[in-house]
């Protein structure tokens, strides 16, 4: 029986160049509380991004919290219907109400058109998400922010390594945050980060991502978001791979445009920048020939994920006010992409996916 291929595998930098550091973690005895391998990821975050502050925390869930929190938002946030759960629940688990804008049907981005309709006397912020990377229409979002004084939070998760208008999608809005979960192009197991530009909104993070404590004196609400000396040590190890690791997902990524060139029952997103190759998502002409490939997929051991899928307005009511992302949550199949994949591997999803689509 052929070993099962997963949509994706983690990435991990060989062992003993992460045992090094933490033997070095051992003889310190230094396991969090910003310790020397937070601050040195930190570090390479603010180099990479560009951005004045880069603040780990524990996964990229509580990193979209803590922004809303820090930015103190209460009241409604306009959010796409189009993201994983955690965009939408992080803004009920804050208080707040998550108001859904439907997307671009081709980008799969919040659509700014959309967002202005919904915007209400009790709107206080934009929770957008740069979907599989794709940068949003920033200037567009930014002036219906400046228009109506809203704060701008961007889901960046999917954005590592990914430029725009000659700077890291993580600069734009209030504030970015990511995730460095396990599925990630760099991951630390678990983790996430906020990228913020503002000196005061970064002090609230770090006041608030460690219990509300400042020199030991309580000082606002906080939580436990730190992210500990073992998981930073990780993305520091792995940092290191990522260039080679954006250059290998990119020729996965071609080969699989190649192989799927004929197939006329799929279509792509429409990218506003040059990619990270993190996901490979094909949008199919019906949803039955999606549920189609994914049976015989499955079948032969292949496991794709329906990623976005429901639309989030399903999953939180019952009422569809986004039917751009009803109809695309339920045509929407990404195909196995990681650092690992292979020719061969890539060679056979396509192979089941041109003949399953009758090409
Ligand atoms: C768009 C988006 N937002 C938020 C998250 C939550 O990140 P985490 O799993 O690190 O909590 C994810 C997770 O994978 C995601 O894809």
């Known amino acids: 029986m052929k070993k099962p291929l997963y949509v994706t595998k983690s990435f991990l930098p060989p062992l003993n160049e992460y045992t090094e550091l933490l033997k070095d973690i051992w003889k310190s005895g230094v396991l969090t509380n910003d310790g020397k391998y937070l601050k040195l990821f930190e570090k390479k975050l603010r180099k990479n991004s560009g951005c004045k502050y880069a603040l780990c925390v524990s996964n990229g869930t509580l990193a979209l919290q803590l922004a809303l929190r820090s930015l103190k938002i209460n009241g409604e946030v306009i959010t796409t219907p189009f993201s994983f759960i955690a965009t939408a629940s992080s803004i009920i688990w804050e208080h707040c109400k998550p108001v859904f804008a439907d997307i671009e049907p081709d980008t799969f981005n919040i659509d700014p058109f959309k967002i202005q309709r919904k915007i209400s006397s009790k709107t206080k912020a934009i929770m957008a998400v740069h979907v599989y990377g794709n940068p949003c229409n920033i200037s567009e979002i930014q002036k219906i922010a400046n228009e109506y004084n809203l704060k701008v939070i961007y889901d960046a998760s999917h954005a590592l390594g990914i430029n725009y208008k000659n700077k890291s999608l993580f600069y734009f809005g209030d504030i970015s945050t990511t995730s460095f979960h396990a599925t990630k192009i760099i991951n630390t197991a678990e983790g996430g980060a906020l990228f913020t530009n503002n000196n005061n909104i970064a002090n609230e993070i770090r006041l608030k991502r460690n219990f509300g404590y400042e020199n030991y004196v309580i000082r606002s609400l906080g939580v436990n978001a730190k992210m500990s000396e073992l998981n930073a040590a990780l993305g520091i190890a792995e940092m290191k791979y990522l260039s080679v690791n954006l250059t290998k997902r990119k020729k996965v990524f071609l080969l699989y445009k190649k192989l799927l060139l004929s ?17 490979f998502p094909v949008l199919f002409s019906t949803k039955s020939l999606k549920e189609k490939v994914v049976n015989k997929l499955n079948k032969e051991h292949i496991f794709p994920r329906e990623y976005f899928s429901p639309s989030l ?6 009422k569809i006010t986004c039917p751009v992302t009803y109809d695309i949550s339920q045509r929407i199949l ?6 690992h994949i292979t020719v061969s591997q890539v060679k056979r999803v396509c192979n089941i996916v041109n003949k399953v689509s009758g090409v």
Not at 263 to 279: G, L, M, P, R, V
């Open 313 to 318: 307005e399903l999953v939180f009511g019952s």
């Open 263 to 279: 197939n006329e029952f799929i279509k792509y997103q429409k990218f506003n920048a040059e990619q990270n190759y993190s996901y």
């Open 334 to 339: 990404c195909l196995p992409l990681s650092f």
